[in-house]
């Protein structure tokens, strides 16, 4: 059953599900250098042109030997016949001698072991090593990290720092990514001014505008900013047009409830196709979602905590589908409360609250329209449909951290 279908209020999970199944995926693709990569989504997965490390190297400082030249038992004394600093090619191993190696040196053909300098010492031209020397000990061997031909990083993964570094230790200069993704975000209200505008009787500041840019460029996408979007159908349309002329994906903020005032609902059908759901979740119940001109069309509610939660909840993950990324569901853990709830509502609420001491503490304030909860709060508590929680019982924690970037 499609979500549209379900009676009642929609389970987030459901919801979600539906969603992704409807995101677009991006096709537009470039080749950016891998200095540059970080956060963007690969398109096309590299192979490594070599091993790594491409050679057997030398964990320690140390001796590198062959452990058929020591004693079965008690010392033995070989003298050194070269010296491998990092960076240079050794000779192969002078059978009955041992070589100076240092960390990160190749390991000269020959030698099967090295032998940290700590527990050797010197008398005279020779080196004593003690017994028990294992072969292989302190080799890292060639391609134990990555091997020649293999995938490197997989398509649609999300480029961390760390993957950059493994990018270039295979030598690979450039990626193929794909395009970022182009989110137009419109704020409807006549109520709303802009920041630096002084404020008049009636008026508020656009909190969303900020809030949604901020959100989407952590993301990695290109924010195309509509501003503000007055309460008539003419601006309304207009802003969509636009939208949907400039971007890949749409957001909007208010304007989806059944009031005069809302224009939205009738525009997106008008240009397009639009569902207004109700989500099993507190903030965040009504979404809007549809296509305008092709271009899909998210409906956020007004209310900026709500805006957050289902910004974060359910658009974030189709942005990233459509932007060809693998996300993982975010990491969700059991944490004890720090509080107690004796109501219990039939929605599935995601509190503002901090884990903090070993408890999960909830913001004092859970109104949708407070967004200094969010500003606050460390992650989500998740407490499900028609439960109460007691202080020490387990509960849902999602760090803000899975949610953002
Ligand atoms: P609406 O869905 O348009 O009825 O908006 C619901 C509530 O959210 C109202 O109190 C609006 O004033 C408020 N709101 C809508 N958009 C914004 C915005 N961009 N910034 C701050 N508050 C907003
Ligand atoms: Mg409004």
Known sequence: MSACDHPGLIPIDIALADLLAKTPLS?????????DAVGRVIAEAPQ????????????????ALNIADLNDEGETALSISQRIPAGQAPQPLQAGSCARIFTGAEIPEGADAVVMQEQTRIEGEKVIFPAGVKAQQNIRPRGQDIQQGSVVIKAGTRLQPADLGVLASTGLAEIRVYKPLRVAVLSTGDELIEPGEPLAPGQIYNSNRFLLAGLLRQMGMEVVDLGRVADTAEDTERALRDAADSADVILSTGGVSVGEEDHVKGVVEKLGQLDL??????????????????????????????SLITFCLLARPCLFRQQGAALPAPLEFELPAGFTRTRAIGRQEYMRARYENGVVQPFSNQS?????????????????PD???????????????????
């Open 27 to 35: 096709t537009e693709i470039e080749s950016v250098p891998v200095a």
């Open 277 to 306: 759901w109700r989500i099993k979740i507190k903030p965040g119940k009504p979404l809007a979602y549809g296509q305008v001109l092709g271009k899909p069309f998210f409906g956020l509610p007004g209310n900026p905590a709500s």
């Open 368 to 384: 949708s329209g407070m967004l200094s909860s969010a500003s606050w709060a460390n992650g989500l508590a998740v407490i499900p």
């Open 48 to 63: 490594a042109a070599v091993d790594v490390p491409p050679a057997d190297n030398s964990s320690m400082d140390g001796y």
């Open 387 to 405: 439960t109460t929680v007691a202080e020490g019982d387990l509960v849902g924690f999602i760090p803000l951290s899975e949610l953002l970037g």
